[in-house]
Every structure is written in structure tokens, then in C-alpha cells.
């Protein structure tokens, strides 16, 4: 009654080849693109070299000879992403233990949903707002001509890398198995203690991979930054001074770079370190996390 | 004894805050935009043309729209089948082989990559060597780029959420995977994936940075035309505010914008939850 | 001639052996019953027939399998072998379709498009399954929609929509009431007629009430084989004596 189907052989390998095919080229193109930027930013390293450039304090790429030192930019980066981490991480964790172990039910089911829309606030829009609200307040709060520092940028970016923070805490949290909650239960220990004492130490790798995966956000977000932190080329010398993070100036000055130029090719350079970096974090994490995954909740 | 309940009862509101306080932000926020911006949202705003002296500083924003939109279709349409073939080849076709692996890493690893840096490459790519200049086209790439990993995460999720009862039901009929993709797989996910196609569409309509170098123009007509620059939303809200054209229209526009992601995200939600309940069935 | 011939076959996860030495041959047109405790192989040698148990990473196999005199290792097109070896499952898994596309699920796969040869396909498959009668007005409803017994009547039915030679059954009963057991059992002892029926059991009284050749497996080997009612009334091996009188497993 059913003939066997003689051409379907060939087509399930064509058909698997196609999708093999499409998964390999695009995530190939992530390798394109470092190299591409590697390509475009290689006089930089024969002639400057990694040390000098990340390490130079001095960003002057328009004059004869320029001088291309990134350092007070990727000083500004990690600070003003480091400080954000400062910011949000108290009050990420403290919402994650919030919605896994205290929370209403229709609480935290009214609290996900935000999460989630926070999320989707564009970071202009976060930006616009640190500006327009917060730079405003300081200057008039602290008498300053301008309210622009690296803490209002760290601040407002506290505020867009919480979610995130939260989420992944909360899974986290939520992963550890049941018995441990039981035993602590069992010992007639408060609840805020079971979370001190036991839960917390248990999901401490998750929640340290929250954190590194919000500090890689953090030092790549580019809008809030550029306009809270200042953008001077100075080295910033404390918090509340002005910085310009390396986002804030490859969006800054490529459209005035000239294609081929020592500052077009800076730029690049500074666009691989960025990317390098928050690679290297993302695959740290990852990697540790892996390596660790066998201790702590297989019960 | 008295210690710990003190202890208890403090860190007790310190974690109420710290739930409250995400309520707190995300209203604080809304009903600010709408406090200053509500009033100079009206139907000649959304329809009309950036006018006055400067420019923008009256009329309307329709030509941001327009190019939003333009922007956010081609981005759609430049990354759904890379984006969708890759997180069946994940789920379906390699799973647990060392390719999908790997190509499970790079995916991973390119959703971290900086939305500037993206949009550097494309510049480079396709503003200088291909000259195509500031563009529509440019700015599209940019963004079907920054949002391929994401739908490739968000679908492989989808998709591997199906029962893999079906799977090894199909299998043992003799059926090609495509077949089992194909009718049964892809069409019980179909509301996962649009919640995660739709976030990622939210995700470039609001995103400056890559289009900012690649296509964003202070003023234009935003028709369509592929090699032309277009006006964005977010490149508007940031040129309002910067070059100090004028903080009622900058509120204004930053309203329309939050309002058109909200709404995509709640539509969003409702297809995540609807998605859940299929699969619990 | 065996429908199904075992020879010298080994399957390893991993390290771990976990059949070892399988010689066994099935009959076309009856059934065999496979018992035994758990863990000891009877699913991995199930699932090594129809070559789905390949599909867990770290499996090992030597030796040889035929189904109709052709090696199913060597076979190059393992969907050729899964049309002609029908798989059920212990948990009912019905497909999200509705009654009528769950049956026609394979043969629309292997090219039927012709309306009225589905519509006899349909009727002729919920018949052989005893199901006709009770869906025939609702065949286009949702296959979830059916109870567990009906559930899992209908996975044979979509089973023998491919005309299979051989039919698998892994514990096919377990979860389901008496009432349900004993319509599928029924089935069973029909279909026979055209098919190799190889059936795993935990259940012994099952084994004794339909199957017409047992084997006793433990601990990955063949114990003991042989004609059900003699298997169960005086077994030559120590241990399948063991075994039936419920010393262990």
C-alpha cells in the first residue's frame, strides 16, 4: 500500500547539510569579525605595540605623530562598570533572595514581568533620563557646574544591569536542591539565616557568574555612558571625576576618523580590546562555572 | 537572642526594599516620561516632520518612525533564517555533537559582544569597503547582527522545551528530522519563538549605538531608500537632548519610544506564557 | 524463517557492558514475551532492534542484528528499518495532532496522498486497535484528548500505519488500569497473525497470558527460552526458577 519514499534519503541529507551549513557560516561570523578588526587596527600593534597602547596615557590620534594611549579609557571602562557592579550587587542579590525565598507568590509573580520591562527600556533612554534627572540634581545638590562623572554614569548603569543580576541570582538560588532547605529548616533556624548561612555560600558560583556577565554588559553599554561620564581624554582620579569609556569614545569619534588613518585604525584597536575583554570574561565564567558544576548541586 | 530577631527583622526589610525598589523604578520611570512627555504627545507629533528652529524642536517625529521601522524590518529579515536554522541545527540535528558545541559557544559569546563594537565592524564592512555609506542597509546589517545571537538563544530554547517524548516517537517511524521539525517541533513552539523573535525586535528598535555609525542621520526622509541614512527613534531622543533642541520633544519622544517597547515586551510575555501552557499540556 | 535473529550481540555504554552474548531468534507470526529484572537489558536489546538506542551518547554495539534476513547494522537508510520495525513505548506518547494525523503521520511521510487511500488507512488501522468504534466521530479532535488506555492503542495503530514486519512494545501496560491492559493484550493476540510481536514485560501473568515463547533475561545475558507454559511450569534453569517463584527481581 505505501511505496518506500526512494528520493527521501537525498533530501534528508540535503536538508541536515543546509542547516549544518547555515549554523557553521554564522557563527563563524563572530570569528570575522575579531579578525576583521584585528585586520583594520594591525598597524597599531606592529607600530605601538600592546603595551604602549593600552598602556599610554596620552589620546592624541589627529596630530603629527599621533599618539594613541588608551589608558585613561580603559581606566574610565572598568571603573565606571566595576562601580555600577558595586552599586547593583547589594541590591540584586537582595531581590533575588527576595523573589526566591520570601516573595508572596502574586508578588513575584507581579515582580517578574518588571524585570523583564526594565530590561527593555532602551539604554537611551536610561541615559537620557541619568542626564536630564540625575546630572541636573547633582549640580544643583552639589553646586557643580556639571553633574556628568563617572558615578552618574555607574549609578544609571547599576540600574540597567539589576535585571540581570536578579534573574540569573535568582536561578541560582532557585537551583539548589530542596534538602538543604530542609535540613536548615529541620534545625529551627530563621529563614534570613538559612539564606545567609546555607543558600547563599551554595549558589555563590552562580551568582559570581551573574555578576561577571553584568560587568561585561556594563563596560560594553555605550548610550549611558556617553552621555552621563563626562567624555574628557583626561585620566579620571576619582569616582566623581569625568571619564570617557571606550565605547563612549570609538561612538564619539568614528565618524570623524578618516578610513585608513592612524585614528580610524586606534579606534579599531580599541574596539578589539573591548571585545576581547568582555569575551574573556564571558568565557572565564563559563569555564568555571563548568569545572565547578560538580560540587555543589548534585545531591 | 534578642540579636538575632533584631538581625533577622533588619535583613527581613532589606530584602522587601530591595523587591519593592524594582517596582519602584520601573513606575518612577513610566510615570515620569508620561509627567513631562505626555503632554506634547498628540497626533501631530507622531504624524509630522521635525520643524521649527532648530530643527526638532517642533512638529513631530514621523520620519524617526518610518526609519525605525524600516531599520527593525531589515534587521528581521536579514537574521530570522540564519537565526532560526542555527538554533534548529542545535536543537534538532547536532545535538550534543561537538560541532553544536562549539557553534553553541561562538553563538553565546557573540551575545556579549558590545552593541558599538557591532556596529564598528559593520562600518567598516560596509559603510567604507562596500560604500554603501551611512545608511538604511548599513544600519540594518548592524542590527540583524547584534540580534542573530539572540533569537539563536531564545529558539534553541523553545525548541528544546518540546516533549522529547515526540521526538523518539517520530524517530521510531522511520521519519526524517526535518519531517518531525517541520510538523510537529517547530509548529508546538511557534509562540516560544515569537516571544523571542519579538524581544529581539525590541531589543534593535532601541539599540543607538550600532546605528549611530551606521545609518542614523540627524534629519532625513526615511522613505526606504536602502543607501540613504534614515532618522531612528533613539538616535532622535539622543540628538534632542544633545545638541539642547529641546527637552519637551526629547521627553515626548523618549514616551513613544518606551511605549511602543513596553507593549512589544508585554506582548512578549503573553506569548511566553501561552508557549508555557502548551507545553504543559 | 526468524522475523528477527539476534546473533552474538554486545552493547557497551561506555565502559559498562551492558548486554553481553544475546543469541536469540523470534518467530514472525507470534509473540515473545521478554522478562526480567530491572536493569537487566531487556529495553537496550528492544531499542538495539530498531536502532534507536545509538542515539544515547556513549553507546557500543558488536554484533549482529537481522530483521527479515537483512543486517540492520550494515543497512545504510536506518529509516528503512524503523518502517518495518514498529516501536511503542511505555508511556503513551501521542503525537500533538489530532487522531486522524496521528495515524497518518508516517504514511504521510512515505508519500500517501491520496484522500481516500488515508481515509482506509485511518479506519483500517483504528480497527485492527479496537479504537474505531470510539473515535470514528471525533477523528479530527486532539489526540491528547483520549484517555490513557485509548492513548496508547492509538500509538499502535500509528505503528502499523507504516506496515511493520516486526512490532516492539516496551512494557506497554504499566501505566494503565486493568480494563485497558486487557483490550490491548487482546490486540495483541490478533495482530499476531502478521506480525513478530516481541513484547518487554515485568508483568509475569502477562507474559503467561499472551506470549507463546518467554525468554528470561539477567543482568545483560539470556538466561533461559523457551515455550511460555513450559518456561513458567517446569524452567530448566536454576535461576528463571528462582526468578518466577519471586526469590528476587
Excluded at chain 1, 18 to 43: C, K, N, Q, V
Excluded at chain 3, 23 to 45: E, M, Y
Excluded at chain 3, 199 to 218: G, K, S
Amino acid at each position: 500500500m505505501i511505496s518506500v519514499n526512494p528520493g527521501s534519503e537525498l533530501k534528508e541529507k540535503v536538508t541536515s547539510s543546509i542547516f549544518i551549513g547555515a549554523a557553521t557560516i554564522s557563527s563563524l561570523l563572530l570569528l570575522a569579525m575579531l579578525l576583521f578588526l584585528l585586520r583594520e587596527s594591525w598597524p597599531i600593534w606592529s607600530q605601538v605595540g600592546i603595551t604602549g597602547f593600552l598602556g599610554g596615557a596620552v589620546w592624541r590620534p589627529v596630530i603629527t605623530p599621533p599618539q594613541v594611549g588608551i589608558m585613561p579609557m580603559l581606566v574610565s571602562t572598568l571603573w565606571v562598570a566595576g562601580g555600577a557592579l558595586l552599586i547593583a550587587a547589594p541590591m540584586g542579590f537582595g531581590c533575588a533572595i527576595f523573589l526566591a525565598e520570601f516573595a508572596p507568590v502574586p508578588l513575584a509573580a507581579l515582580l517578574r514581568p518588571v524585570l523583564n520591562m526594565l530590561t527593555g527600556i532602551p539604554s537611551v533612554v536610561y541615559g537620557f533620563l541619568g542626564a536630564a534627572v540625575l546630572v541636573k540634581f547633582f549640580e544643583v545638590k552639589f553646586d557643580l557646574g556639571s553633574g556628568e562623572s563617572l558615578f552618574a554614569a555607574s549609578l544609571i548603569l547599576a540600574v540597567m544591569v539589576l535585571p540581570f543580576i536578579v534573574v540569573n541570582s535568582e536561578t541560582a538560588l532557585r537551583s539548589i536542591a530542596p534538602e538543604y532547605r530542609y535540613a536548615g529548616i529541620a534545625l529551627g533556624v530563621s529563614r534570613q539565616y538559612l539564606v545567609l548561612g546555607i543558600l547563599l555560600p551554595l549558589a555563590r558560583k552562580g551568582m559570581l557568574g551573574a555578576l561577571a556577565l553584568a560587568f561585561g554588559r556594563a563596560m560594553g553599554e555605550t548610550m549611558a555612558v556617553l552621555m552621563l561620564a563626562g567624555n574628557t581624554l583626561k585620566l579620571p582620579v576619582s569616582w566623581f571625576a569625568k571619564g570617557e569609556p571606550l565605547p563612549a569614545l570609538i561612538a564619539l569619534e568614528l565618524g570623524s576618523a578618516t578610513p585608513g588613518s592612524t585614528h580610524y585604525q586606534a579606534l579599531f584597536a580599541a574596539g578589539l580590546v573591548l571585545v576581547l575583554m568582555v569575551i574573556a570574561i564571558n568565557l572565564g565564567i563559563n569555564l568555571l562555572l563548568h569545572r565547578l558544576q560538580k560540587g555543589v548541586n548534585s545531591v | 537572642m534578642k540579636q538575632r530577631a533584631v538581625t533577622d527583622g533588619l535583613l527581613m526589610g532589606f530584602f522587601w526594599l530591595a523587591g519593592l525598589f524594582i517596582l519602584v523604578v520601573l513606575l518612577a520611570i513610566i510615570a515620569y516620561l508620561i509627567w513631562r512627555g505626555g503632554p506634547f504627545v498628540d497626533s501631530a507629533f507622531i504624524m509630522g516632520s521635525p520643524a521649527g528652529l532648530p530643527l526638532g524642536s517642533e512638529g513631530g517625529i514621523f520620519p524617526a518612525i518610518k526609519g525605525t521601522l524600516w531599520l527593525v524590518l531589515l534587521a528581521l529579515v536579514l537574521s530570522i533564517l540564519p537565526g532560526l536554522l542555527t538554533a534548529a541545527y542545535l536543537s534538532e540535528y547536532g545535538r550534543g555533537g561537538r560541532l553544536a558545541d562549539i557553534i553553541n559557544l561562538l553563538v553565546q559569546s557573540m551575545a556579549g559582544v558590545p552593541s558599538i563594537v557591532t556596529g564598528l565592524f559593520v562600518y567598516a564592512l560596509a559603510v567604507v569597503s562596500l560604500g554603501w555609506g551611512i545608511s538604511l542597509l548599513a544600519g540594518g546589517l548592524a542590527l540583524a547582527i547584534m540580534i542573530f545571537p539572540v533569537i539563536v538563544v531564545s529558539t534553541r530554547e523553545a525548541l528544546l522545551a518540546v516533549d522529547e517524548n515526540y521526538r523518539l516517537a517520530a524517530d521510531s517511524l522511520g521519519v526524517s528530522r526535518f519531517y518531525t521539525l517541520y510538523r510537529i517541533i517547530l509548529p508546538r513552539a511557534a509562540a516560544g519563538i515569537m516571544a523571542g523573535v519579538l524581544l529581539a525586535l525590541g531589543y534593535a528598535a532601541g539599540a543607538t549605538a550600532p546605528i549611530m555609525v551606521t545609518a542614523a542621520a540627524i534629519i532625513a526622509s526615511s522613505s526606504g531608500a536602502l543607501l540613504e541614512p534614515v532618522m531612528a527613534l533613539p538616535y532622535h531622543l539622543y540628538i534632542l537632548f544633545n545638541e539642547h533642541i529641546s527637552m519637551n520633544q526629547a521627553y515626548a519622544t523618549a514616551l513613544v519610544l518606551v511605549i511602543l517597547l513596553l507593549l512589544i515586551n508585554i506582548l512578549a510575555l503573553s506569548l511566553h506564557s501561552l508557549q508555557e501552557r502548551i507545553n504543559s499540556r | 524463517m526468524n522475523a528477527v535473529e539476534i546473533i552474538n550481540f554486545n552493547t557497551y555504554y561506555g565502559n559498562k557492558a551492558v548486554l553481553q552474548n544475546i543469541n536469540l531468534g523470534f518467530k514472525s507470526d507470534s509473540i515473545t514475551a521478554i522478562v526480567g529484572p530491572s536493569g537487566c537489558g531487556k529495553t537496550t536489546l528492544l531499542r538495539s532492534i530498531n536502532r534507536t538506542a545509538e542515539m544515547e551518547r556513549g553507546f557500543k554495539s558488536q554484533g549482529d542484528i537481522r530483521v527479515l534476513g537483512k543486517s540492520v547494522q550494515e543497512v545504510k537508510n536506518v529509516s528503512a528499518i524503523r518502517r518495518q520495525v514498529g516501536m511503542v513505548y511505555q508511556t503513551p506518547v501521542v503525537l500533538p495532532l489530532s487522531i486522524k494525523e496521528n495515524v497518518l503521520f508516517g504514511p504521510r511521510y512515505y508519500g500517501v496522498k491520496n484522500r481516500l487511500e488515508m481515509e482506509s488507512i485511518v479506519e483500517n488501522c483504528l480497527r485492527q486497535v479496537a479504537l474505531w468504534n470510539e473515535v470514528k466521530d471525533r477523528l479530527k479532535r486532539p489526540a491528547a484528548q483520549l484517555s490513557g488506555g485509548q492513548k496508547q492503542r492509538l500509538a499502535i495503530a500509528r505503528a502499523l500505519a507504516v506496515e511493520p514486519q516486526v512490532l516492539l512494545l516496551d512494557e506497554p501496560c504499566s501505566s494503565l488500569d486493568p480494563a485497558a491492559t486487557g483490550l490491548i493484550e487482546e490486540l495483541l493476540t490478533q495482530l499476531t497473525k502478521d506480525l513478530c510481536i516481541i513484547i518487554v514485560t515485568h508483568n509475569l501473568f502477562q507474559a503467561r497470558r499472551i506470549a507463546d515463547e518467554t525468554v528470561f533475561m539477567l543482568e545483560g545475558e539470556v538466561v533461559e527460552k523457551g515455550f511460555t507454559n513450559i518456561l513458567f511450569t517446569s524452567p530448566a534453569n536454576e535461576k528463571t526458577r528462582g526468578f518466577i517463584s519471586g526469590l528476587f527481581g
